[in-house]
Nanobody, 121 residues
């Protein structure tokens, strides 16, 4: 199995910045995609940003130009730099990793426990 440990959430004023980190461990041969999702109260979980092994990225329209996703393959870690935060960014942020446990086999779809981001206006 794959375990994910997230960090970096917290309380910040509108216009401020936060950086989220997520490190994967466990039975990992190769990590394909890494990403961040968020879920605000009363809303469905939504994609924030994803990054492939080759650093191809895609972002939700609402965060383009403000958030940057990156990854450190040697450390099995994905980051989310969040700048110019708005109150509507308030949510629980979840890390997601698609990892192969071996050269052959099914992809593990792993989720972190979530980290709270609160942006005060």
């Amino acid at each position: 199995q794959v375990q994910l440990v997230e960090s970096g959430g917290g309380l910040v004023q509108a216009g401020g910045s936060l950086r989220l980190s997520c490190t994967a461990s466990g039975r990992i041969f190769r990590i394909n995609e890494m990403g961040w999702y968020r879920q605000a109260p009363g809303k469905q979980r939504e994609l924030v940003a994803r990054i492939t092994t080759g650093t191809t990225t895609n972002y939700a329209d609402s965060v383009k130009g403000r958030f940057t996703i990156s990854r450190d393959n040697a450390q099995n870690t994905v980051y989310l730099q969040m700048d110019s935060l708005k109150s509507e960014d308030t949510a629980v942020y979840y890390c997601n990793v698609l990892a192969l446990p071996g050269r052959y086999g099914l992809v593990n779809n792993a989720w972190g426990q979530g980290t709270q981001v609160t942006v005060s206006s």
